[in-house]
C-alpha cells in the first residue's frame, strides 16, 4: 500500500503523478525534453539506456521496467538482453565507447555529483563526446535520482506483467511522455 | 573550473541553466510549483527549510547556500541562526513537530526512497500532516536530489560572499524562480 492515498489502479509514478497534476506537468515537460525530444545527437534508445542504468543503480524496479521497456523499443532489443547487459555492467555491454563513457558519468552523478571525475570527463571528450552530451547526461540522470525518490519514497506499486510495460513502451515512444501521462492541462476541453 | 564550457559569471546553477534553456523552462515551473506557489499548507519558508536540509545532507554548497538564505528571508531568520540548527539537527532546531516529521522523511528520500519507513509516515499522520503535505515533502527532497547532482555533476563554481546570496534571495522570494532565471522563453520580445 502506498504511503499517501493515490488514486486507484495507475502504477509507479503515474499514481503521484495523477495525484498532483500541477506538478506533473513541469516534471512530463522535462522528461519529454530530456529523453524524448528530437533534437539531440543521442538517440532516444541512448537516452532511455541512461535513464535505466540509473534507475537500474538507485535499485527502482517500477523505473528500470518502463525505461527499460521503451529503450528496448527504441533500440529493437526486442529480447531486452542489451538492457539487461547494460544494467549488469556498462563496459561489457555491446554498446559504443561514447555511450560506455556516458554511463559511467552516469553512475557517477548517481552516487552523487561530485563523484564525476575530470578522468571520466576527459575519456569522453577524447572521444568526442561534446558538452551537450555530457550535459544532457548528467541532467538524465540526476533527473532519474529524483523520478526513483518519488516513485520509491511514496511507496508505489508495480504491475509484474512484462506485457503491461512492453505496450507502454510502445505508446511513450510515439507519442512522448506529457501525452501518455495527461494531466487536466493536456486533456482538450469538450467542444 | 567547469567540467564543460559554460556561460561565464554565474554561479551555480545559473550557468548550466543558461548553457540548456529548454530544459530550464520545466526546471523553474517545477521549483515554482514546488517552492514559490502561495497555492500550499506549507508556507514558502519551511519548503524552502526542506530543500535548504537535503541539500545540505548531499553537501551541496551552492544549493544549501541560496535556498538557506530564502529560507532565512522568508522566515525572518536574519542571522541564519535557524537555517544552521535545522541543517545541524532538525530534530533539536526550534520547528514545529509537522516539520521534524517531514524533516525526517526527507531525509529518508535523500538516501534514497525505499528509506522512507512506515513509522515516520505514520509520526507524521498522527501529528496531522496531510497526504499533501507528505507528497510535496517527498518531491521537494527528491528534486534537490537532482538539482543538487546537477549543480556538482557539472563542476560548477559558487561565491563565497554571503551578501550575494542575500540580495538574490530577496529577489526569487518575491518574484520566483522563473522571472529570477530568466530563459529566451520568458524574456518579452523588445517592440
Same mark, same amino acid.
Given at each position: 500500500?502506498?504511503? %499517501?492515498?493515490?488514486? !486507484?489502479? /495507475?502504477?509507479?509514478?503515474?499514481?503521484?503523478?495523477? #495525484? *498532483?497534476?500541477?506538478?506533473?506537468?513541469?516534471?512530463?515537460?522535462?522528461?519529454?525534453?530530456?529523453? &524524448?525530444?528530437?533534437?539531440?545527437?543521442?538517440?532516444?534508445?541512448?537516452?532511455? =539506456?541512461?535513464?535505466?542504468?540509473?534507475? *537500474?543503480?538507485?535499485?527502482?524496479?517500477?523505473?528500470?521496467?518502463? $525505461?527499460?521497456? %521503451?529503450?528496448?523499443?527504441?533500440?529493437?532489443?526486442?529480447? &531486452?538482453? /542489451?538492457?539487461?547487459?547494460?544494467?549488469?555492467?556498462? !563496459?561489457?555491454?555491446?554498446? *559504443?565507447?561514447?555511450?560506455?563513457? =556516458?554511463?559511467?558519468?552516469?553512475?557517477?552523478?548517481?552516487?552523487?555529483?561530485? $563523484?564525476?571525475?575530470?578522468?571520466?570527463?576527459?575519456?569522453?571528450?577524447?572521444?568526442?563526446?561534446?558538452?551537450?552530451? %555530457? $550535459?544532457?547526461?548528467? =541532467? %538524465?540522470?540526476?533527473? @532519474?535520482?529524483? #523520478?526513483?525518490?518519488?516513485?520509491?519514497?511514496?511507496?508505489? &506499486?508495480?504491475?509484474?506483467?512484462?506485457?503491461? @510495460?512492453?505496450?507502454?513502451?510502445?505508446?511513450?515512444? !510515439?507519442?512522448?511522455?506529457?501525452?501518455?501521462?495527461?494531466?487536466?492541462? @493536456?486533456?482538450?476541453?469538450?467542444?
Amino acid at each position: 500500500m502506498a504511503h %499517501i492515498q493515490l488514486p !486507484e489502479g /495507475l502504477p509507479g509514478i503515474r499514481g503521484p503523478m495523477a #495525484f *498532483s497534476p500541477e506538478t506533473t506537468k513541469p516534471l512530463n515537460l522535462l522528461v519529454d525534453q530530456l529523453l &524524448w525530444s528530437p533534437d539531440n545527437t543521442l538517440s532516444r534508445g541512448e537516452r532511455e =539506456l541512461i535513464a535505466t542504468y540509473v534507475s *537500474s543503480e538507485n535499485d527502482c524496479q517500477y523505473c528500470q521496467a518502463i $525505461h527499460g521497456a %521503451i529503450a528496448s523499443h527504441c533500440l529493437g532489443d526486442d529480447d &531486452w538482453n /542489451l538492457v539487461r547487459q547494460v544494467k549488469d555492467n556498462p !563496459e561489457t555491454a555491446p554498446i *559504443s565507447g561514447n555511450m560506455k563513457a =556516458l554511463l559511467a558519468i552516469a553512475g557517477s552523478v548517481q552516487k552523487g555529483g561530485k $563523484h564525476v571525475s575530470t578522468d571520466q570527463i576527459e575519456r569522453a571528450k577524447t572521444l568526442g563526446v561534446t558538452d551537450k552530451e %555530457i $550535459h544532457d547526461t548528467v =541532467l %538524465i540522470a540526476a533527473a @532519474f535520482c529524483m #523520478f526513483n525518490r518519488y516513485v520509491d519514497g511514496l511507496g508505489t &506499486w508495480m504491475p509484474d506483467d512484462p506485457a503491461m @510495460f512492453r505496450q507502454r513502451a510502445a505508446l511513450v515512444a !510515439e507519442h512522448g511522455y506529457s501525452a501518455a501521462n495527461p494531466t487536466p492541462a @493536456f486533456i482538450p476541453t469538450p467542444v
